[in-house]
């Protein structure tokens, strides 16, 4: 029997080809844009044609970092490919006309609510030691603007005097970060507008054990601490000393400047606090812009792109061993459920989360962020620098409200790209918020609940009635 080869009509053979080739030159362009393109950056498609023109960036970088440094190193992928709600910026001028204008009208109009008022003297720790009951007094502000409010500084803050002058100098936005023990790398901030690094102040707080890494690489010399010329690129870099610092444990020393940058600098209208392990890649003008002015709120932050309720970050805390001391970790939200903390449910809309991520927080300094940065960091140094934890805790009761924009995750992975902390062979994670030292660390475990007084914000949580 023979075999009959079939062979298809030459007419469709050339579709197939033009189909082919057709779809070629459709992905091709694509395909070459996701290769080369920035991978920091988070842009649909759907968007790219939509932004509007930003200025031109600096034509030269702003530093050149050695070879062996390793700056860039070690960035965490991208949990998610596509940003579902990228934020939107306007053009870069009108911002940069806009802000300097705001400046102005305030310099030259009175604020329209008073400042706080801060209480002073000298105490055994940096925020005064408060008790629960005492630190409570404070929550609500609302009729009493002339009571003075504990907001640290009961000790000394070694900074020196060129760099004291620097900061009090500092009258528009201010972009500050922290890098303590030699925990991260230096990185300048991407992005950013031609006017940028003048109309804005960019300072990077470190320490002694920073400081010397910095001089091995040649980076930062000794005597350029302390000095108008201690310039890496971007950032103005101010040295602490480490034996000078308020708490034993550098992440305590770093919030310090992480939420009480309105005191350090009391003369800024915005800052924005980026976390060491973030580089920027979007014009911090434009977030000031686009996520704090054009929302009218007065604060910016990421909401968890996991957790909802607070106690599901304190138990991520735990196990996953963020703060190892876990019995310390449960009388915290203890003390909290018994004063009032509940789990998140929509009655407090338009809060859309209890848990933020703050790596990078945007402020309006006002009366209204500058008490929930007090009231918060007076939490933090009565049990960890953990911030997450209180986050909620202080938002819901205090009085006034502070506006918050919680926006989606995906937004900060398009402002930013988060890297590794460099690895350390001693365990950079154990100490108290205060400076004491905790003991072994262990695993959470799974008490029993009845009788707690978080008995009945778990049953909330998990949509179980209470008995």
């Known amino acids: 029997m023979a075999w009959v080869r079939m062979r298809r009509p030459p007419l469709l053979q050339y579709k197939l080809l033009c189909l082919s080739l057709l779809y070629l030159l459709t992905t091709l362009p694509l395909a070459l844009y996701v290769s080369f393109s920035d991978p920091s950056r988070c842009l649909p498609l759907h968007r790219l044609l939509l932004l509007p023109a930003r200025a031109s960036p600096p034509a030269t ?3 050149q970092y050695p070879r062996g440094y390793g700056a860039h190193k070690h960035a965490l992928p991208t949990p998610r490919a596509l940003c579902a709600d990228p934020a939107l910026f306007s053009d870069y001028n009108t911002v940069l006309q806009e802000i300097n204008g705001i400046g102005r009208n305030l310099s030259a109009t009175p604020r329209a609510s008073p400042a706080l008022r801060y209480q002073n003297g000298r105490r055994d720790s940096f925020a005064g030691n408060l008790s629960i009951e005492d630190r409570r007094s404070f ?12 907001c640290g500084f009961f000790k000394d803050f070694p900074l020196a005097q060129a760099d004291r002058l620097a900061m009090e100098s500092c009258r528009r936005v201010v972009i500050a970060s922290a890098i303590l023990n030699d925990h991260d790398k230096i990185r300048q901030p991407k992005g950013l507008g031609s006017h940028t690094v003048k109309a804005a102040c960019f300072f990077m707080f470190i320490d002694d054990g920073t400081q010397r890494v910095l001089a091995s690489h040649g980076i930062l010399r000794d005597e350029h601490v302390g000095t108008a010329s201690a310039v890496v690129g971007a950032w103005r870099v101010v040295t602490l000393k480490q034996q000078e610092l308020p708490y034993e444990h550098p992440a305590m020393n770093g919030v310090v400047v992480k939420h009480l940058l309105h005191r350090l600098f009391p003369n800024a209208m915005f800052s924005v606090w980026v976390d060491a392990k973030m580089q920027l890649t979007v014009d911090p003008l434009l977030l000031v812009h686009s996520l704090l002015v054009g929302k009218g709120v007065d604060m910016a932050v990421s909401r968890h792109p996991f957790n909802l309720h607070a106690m599901e970050e304190a138990i991520a805390t735990a196990r996953w061993r963020k703060w190892r001391d876990v019995d310390a970790i449960r009388a915290q939200m203890e003390a909290y459920c018994g004063n009032g903390l509940q789990p998140w449910s929509p009655s407090k809309l338009p809060y859309p989360s209890d848990v933020p991520d703050t790596a990078i927080i945007v402020r309006r300094h006002g009366s209204a962020s500058d008490l ?21 805790y202080v938002r819901d009761q205090m009085s006034p409200k502070v506006s918050i924009n919680m926006f989606e995750a995906e937004v900060l992975e398009h402002i930013s790209v988060e890297y590794r902390h460099n690895l350390k062979r001693e365990n950079g994670g154990i100490g108290g918020g205060g400076g004491a030292k905790q003991g072994i660390a262990r695993m959470a475990s799974s008490r029993d609940i009845a009788g707690s007084s978080c008995e009945g914000y778990l049953m909330k949580m998990w949509g179980e009635p209470a008995e």
Request: aromatic share 16%.
């Open 139 to 150: 929550f609500n502000h609302t009729d009493s603007s002339a009571v003075e409010i504990p």
């Open 61 to 63: 970088p702003l530093f």
């Open 372 to 392: 929930f940065s007090c009231l918060l960091f007076n939490e933090l140094e009565a049990f960890n620098p953990r911030d997450q934890l209180a986050f909620a």
